[in-house]
C-alpha cells in the first residue's frame, strides 16, 4: 500500500499519511467489503483515492504557497533511471495511475482496471501512451550520451 | 501493420494482453521493421529500469495506525507487531538463552571425551528426558542496537519445571539517552492452559520515527493446548533439542570454560540457530542479525545446557550490504555483536512451584483438559520413554489432543474423524514426504519456525496429525505403534511429487548437476503446467527448507518487494538478489527461475545457478 501510495504521489511523507488513510478507510469499510473483488485490489482501490485526495490537498497548497515552487528547482540527475523517474512523475494522472498499477505494481488489467473504474481497452490505451512518454524520455538521454 | 499499431500491440503483449492472431501480425512486422524493434527494446528497458531497482523502503506505519483505530474500536484480540519490533524480537530468545542457567539437574551422565561432532545431537537427545527443572541467570551483552545506544547489558533469570510451567524476566541495565527510549524489560510466564507476555510496546521514538509512543503491551491467553506452536515455550534455550538434537553433526570449534564448568563450543549460521533466539518472537527490542552471522555456543559437556552464546558478525562484501539496508554502522568480521554468558546457578524451582501472577482479561483459546480415559482416542503403545501428560479437546470441535512429556521432549496427537481435506491434518506443508509405516504410510515434515517434526496419518475414519521435538526415528517409532494403518492421501492432499515426476513435461525446468556437500532432492512441487518447484536438503539437518528452485515459464521479474535488492549478473543476463530473503531471481529464454531458502550466501546460490542444465 505505502509503495503503491508513494508511486502515485511522489512524496514519501504524503505516501505515509496516504497509507495510514487508506487503511483507516478500510477498516471502517471492512463491512462492506464483499469479496467481489480480491481484498488486496478492493485495498489499492481504496488507497488510490486517498492518493487522490492527497494530490488534490497538495496542488490546492501549492497553487496558495507560490513559494514552494522553489522547492522543485533542483539540478536533473542526468542518469537514465533518474530520467525515467522524472518522466513517469511528468505523466498525467490518467496515464500514471495504469502505468504504476500495471507495470510498477504488476498488477492484471483485470485488477486495474478495477481498481481506476476505466474499461481494460481504455487502459490498454493509456498504458501504450504512458510507454510512448516514456521511451521518448530514455531515447532523449540515450541521445545526449551519444 | 501501422508503426503505430505495431507499437500498441508491442505494449499489450509485454502486458500479456494480446491474442494469437495479432502477436503473429506483430512477429511479422517486427521481423522486418527497425524503428519497431527499438520501441519494443526501449519499451522493456522501461521495464527493466523500474523493476530492478530496489524498492523504496516502507516506514513502519502501524503503531499509528493501530493508535487511530484503537481510539474508534474496541482493541483487537492480537497487537500486531511493527516490523521494527519483529526484527528486535528476534533476540528476546537470545537474551533469554542468555538467562538459561542449569541448577537441580538430575544425574546427565559424562560422555566421552574428547567428544565427537556427530555424538553431540544424539547426546542433547538423551539429555532432554532427564531436565526436569532449572534455575539460572545470564548476563547480557548486545552491541550496535542504535547509534546514540551502542552498548546495552541486562540480566535474564529463567524458571523452569517441566513440562511446562515458565518463566523468564529479562530487566534491562542499559543507560538511554532519554525517557523516550523505553527499557527493554520483557517477562513471559507459561503454566500448562495459561500463557502472558508484558514487553514495552513500540521502540525508541526519538530516533525511530515509526514508532509508537511509550507504552507496555500485555498478552495473555488461556485455554492453551498442551506445547501450543503459537504460545510456545523456549525450550530450546535451556537444551537446543529442536536446534541440534535433529542433525546429523555439529561443527566443533573448541572448548571453553564458564563459570568454572567445562564446554564444547560449537559453531553455526545466525540462520540455523532459529529454535534457540527465535522461540520468545513475541516480545522485545533487539537489535538485527545477518542470517549469516556466526553464533559460537559453548554447550556444557555434562549437561549440553548452552552456557554462553555469543554472535559475531560474517565477513564479507553481502554482509556490509545487509548492514547498511538496516541502517547499521560498519560492522567488521568476527565484530562481536551479542554475548549472553551463565553468570548464576541456583536451585531450580520445586515441584509445586506455580509461576504465574495476575495479568489482564486473557484470550481464550478454546482448549478444554479433559482425562485421557474420557476421551475416545488412538493411544499410541510405544512412548519411548515420555508419559501421558495433558489431554482434553477444543469446544465445539471433534478433534481430541493427547500429549506426552518427558523432562524436555514432548509429543502431541491430535485426532479427528470428520477431516475431508483438502489437503492433509495437522501443520504440514511444503516439505511434506511420504514414508513407510508398517502396513501403511505415513507423511513427515521436519521441523520448521515454531514447529517441531511432524506426521500426518489419513486412516479408515480419522486422521491422526503428529508433532514432537523428539528426532525423528523415535517420531516414526511412536508412530508406528498407533493401532491404525495409515492409507495414502486423496488425490490433490498432498501436492508434492518426486523431482523427476515434476521436472518430466517441463522442457524449461532444470537442475543443479553441482550441490552443496550433501544436499539432495527432497521433494519437488508442480505449480501448474508452466511452474514447478524442487527443494533439496541436508536430510540430516534441521530445521529449515534447504534450497529452493523455484522455474515458471512465460512469467517476468515480479516487481520487488523489498528495498535492498542489487542486480547481479548470472548466466549471461542480469538478474538481482536480496540479502533480506536470500533469494537470487533472474529470467532466461523467457523462464523466470529463482534460488533461494536461507542455506546459502549469494556465492553458494550462484555455484547451484551455475550448473543449472536440463534433466536428462
Known amino acids: 500500500v505505502y509503495r503503491l501510495a508513494l508511486q502515485l504521489v511522489r512524496d514519501p511523507p504524503t505516501a505515509e499519511d496516504v497509507t495510514q488513510e487508506a487503511f483507516i478507510h478500510a477498516f471502517r469499510s471492512l463491512r462492506r467489503f464483499r469479496g467481489q473483488a480480491k481484498f488486496s485490489t478492493w485495498l489499492f482501490r481504496i488507497t488510490r483515492n486517498c492518493a487522490v485526495d492527497a494530490i488534490r490537498r497538495r496542488e490546492r497548497l501549492r497553487r496558495m504557497d507560490r513559494e514552494a515552487v522553489a522547492e522543485e528547482e533542483i539540478r536533473p540527475d542526468p542518469s537514465l533511471r533518474a530520467a525515467l523517474e522524472r518522466a513517469i512523475e511528468g505523466l498525467p494522472r490518467d496515464l500514471r495511475e495504469p502505468f504504476v498499477l500495471i507495470e510498477v505494481m504488476g498488477l492484471t488489467y483485470a485488477e486495474a482496471s478495477t481498481i481506476l473504474s476505466v474499461l481494460p481497452g481504455t487502459l490498454k490505451s493509456r498504458m501504450h501512451r504512458a510507454r510512448r512518454t516514456l521511451v521518448a524520455a530514455i531515447e532523449e538521454v540515450d541521445a545526449d550520451e551519444a | ?616
Request: net charge negative; with cysteine.
Open chain 2, 1 to 616: 501493420m501501422r508503426h503505430d499499431v505495431a507499437e500498441r500491440a508491442v505494449s499489450d503483449h509485454l502486458d500479456d494482453a494480446l491474442d494469437p492472431q495479432r502477436r503473429a501480425d506483430l512477429d511479422a512486422h517486427l521481423a522486418t521493421c527497425a524503428r519497431c524493434r527499438e520501441f519494443e527494446r526501449r519499451a522493456r528497458r522501461v521495464r527493466e529500469l523500474t523493476r530492478l531497482q530496489p524498492a523504496s523502503p516502507v516506514p513502519d506505519l502501524v503503531p499509528e495506525i493501530m493508535d487511530r483505530i484503537g481510539s474508534e474500536a474496541p482493541t483487537p484480540i492480537r497487537p500486531v507487531l511493527p516490523s521494527w519490533t519483529r526484527y528486535a524480537a528476534a533476540f528476546v530468545a537470545g537474551a533469554v538463552a542468555a538467562t538459561l542457567i542449569v541448577a537441580g539437574i538430575p544425574g546427565v551422565r559424562r560422555g566421552p571425551s574428547p567428544v565427537l561432532a556427530t555424538e553431540i545431537p544424539r547426546r542433547i537427545a538423551a539429555a532432554s528426558n532427564e531436565v526436569t527443572a532449572y534455575r539460572a541467570t545470564f548476563r547480557v551483552v548486545e552491541r550496535g542496537f542504535h547509534p546514540r545506544v551502542p552498548r546495552r547489558s541486562f540480566l535474564a533469570d529463567v524458571s523452569f519445571r517441566a513440562p511446562e510451567r515458565f518463566r523468564t524476566q529479562v530487566t534491562d541495565l542499559s543507560s538511554y539517552p532519554g525517557p523516550g527510549w523505553p527499557a527493554n524489560d520483557i517477562t513471559l510466564t507459561v503454566d500448562g492452559d495459561r500463557w502472558l507476555l508484558d514487553q514495552p510496546r513500540g521502540c525508541p521514538i526519538a530516533a525511530l520515527p515509526g514508532c509508537a509512543p511509550v507504552g507496555r503491551d500485555v498478552i495473555g491467553v488461556t485455554g492453551r493446548p498442551p506445547f501450543d506452536g503459537e504460545t510456545s515455550l523456549p525450550t530450546d534455550i535451556i537444551l537446543p533439542v529442536r536446534m541440534l538434537a535433529g542433525s546429523d553433526r555439529v561443527t566443533v570449534r573448541g572448548v571453553d570454560s564458564v563459570l568454572g564448568r567445562d564446554a564444547v563450543v560449537v559453531e553455526l549460521a545466525y540462520r540455523d540457530v532459529g529454535p534457540l533466539f527465535d522461540f520468545l518472537q513475541a516480545g522485545g527490542m533487539w537489535r538485527p542479525f545477518s542470517p549469516h552471522d556466526r553464533v559460537l555456543i559453548s554447550l556444557d559437556d555434562e549437561t549440553w545446557f548452552p552456557l554462553a552464546f555469543e554472535v559475531r558478525a560474517a565477513p564479507g562484501e553481502e554482509r556490509a550490504m545487509w548492514a547498511e539496508a538496516h541502517g547499521l554502522a560498519d560492522e567488521p568480521a568476527a565484530t562481536m555483536l551479542f554475548r549472553a554468558e551463565v553468570d548464576r546457578l541456583a536451585a531450580g524451582p520445586p515441584p509445586g512451584w506455580r509461576p504465574f501472577s495476575a495479568g489482564p482479561p486473557p484470550r481464550d483459546l478454546g482448549f478444554r483438559d479433559v482425562p485421557a480415559g474420557r476421551l475416545e482416542a488412538i493411544e499410541p503403545t510405544n512412548l519411548r520413554g515420555l508419559r501421558p501428560y495433558r489431554s482434553g479437546s477444543f469446544a465445539g470441535s471433534d478433534e481430541v489432543v493427547l500429549s506426552y512429556a518427558q523432562g524436555l521432549s514432548w509429543l502431541v496427537i491430535r485426532e479427528t474423524r470428520s477431516w475431508d481435506g483438502p489437503g492433509l491434518f495437522g501443520n504440514l506443508g511444503d516439505l511434506a514426504r511420504r514414508v513407510p509405516l508398517p502396513g501403511g504410510v505415513a507423511y513427515y515434515e521436519p521441523a520448521a519456525d515454531a514447529l517441531g517434526r511432524r506426521l500426518a496419518i489419513h486412516a479408515e475414519g480419522s486422521d491422526l496429525a503428529l508433532e514432537t521435538n523428539l528426532p525423528r526415528s523415535d517420531l516414526l517409532a511412536i508412530a508406528a505403534s498407533l493401532p491404525v494403518t495409515g492409507g495414502l492421501a486423496p488425490a490433490g492432499w498432498v501436492d508434492q511429487v518426486p523431482v523427476d515426476r515434476a521436472v518430466a513435461g517441463t522442457p524449461f525446468a532444470l537442475l543443479p548437476t553441482d550441490l552443496p556437500a550433501e544436499y539432495r532432492p527432497w521433494a519437488a512441487r508442480r505449480d501448474g503446467p508452466d511452474a514447478v518447484t524442487v527443494w533439496f536438503r541436508r536430510p540430516g539437518t534441521e530445521p529449515g527448507p534447504g534450497i529452493v528452485l523455484y522455474q515458471a515459464a512465460g512469467v517476468g521479474l515480479s516487481p520487488p518487494l523489498e528495498g535492498e535488492v542489487f542486480a547481479v549478473r548470472i548466466r549471461g543476463t542480469v538478474g538481482r538478489y536480496s540479502p533480506s530473503r536470500g533469494l537470487l531471481e533472474w529470467v532466461e529464454g523467457g523462464v523466470y527461475r529463482s534460488l533461494g531458502g536461507g542455506a546459502l550466501d549469494l556465492a553458494g546460490l550462484l555455484d547451484v545457478a551455475k550448473s543449472l542444465e536440463p534433466d536428462t
